[in-house]
């Protein structure tokens, strides 16, 4: 079973961008389709976008174009690039990993100031 990790949170103003990573163990990672969900403080978590195992992406209305995700199998890891952020992206980011069981990270603070 991979387990995941999630790294690069952090406070930036309106306009900036973050990277976020998602660091997978085990040998099964690039089998792996994997979902950035996000939680704002009194919010339900809602999906952002994903990336399949062959490297198709999809994302939400309220982040495209703006979001990205790439994946790097030599390295385990997923990435979730954000631009021109806003004070509405303010959220928890979690990784989902979806194959033969679902996986979540413990997710990664996001602040955007305004």
Do not use: H
């Not at 961008?17 to 809602?46: H, I, N």
């Not at 890891?77 to 990270?105: H, R």
């Amino acid at each position: 079973q991979v387990q995941l990790v999630e790294s690069g949170g952090g406070l930036v103003q309106s306009g900036g961008s973050l990277t976020l990573s998602c660091v997978g163990s085990g040998t099964l990672f690039m089998m792996y389709a994997f979902d950035w969900y996000r939680q704002a403080p009194g919010k339900q978590r809602e999906l952002v976008g994903g990336i399949t195992s062959g490297g198709k992406t999809n994302f939400v209305d309220a982040v495209k174009g703006r979001f990205t995700i790439s994946r790097d199998n030599t390295k385990n890891t997923v990435f979730l690039q954000m631009n021109s952020l806003k004070p509405e992206d303010t959220a928890i980011y979690f990784c989902n990993g979806i194959f033969l069981d679902s996986v979540w990270g413990q997710g990664t603070q996001v602040t955007v100031s305004a």
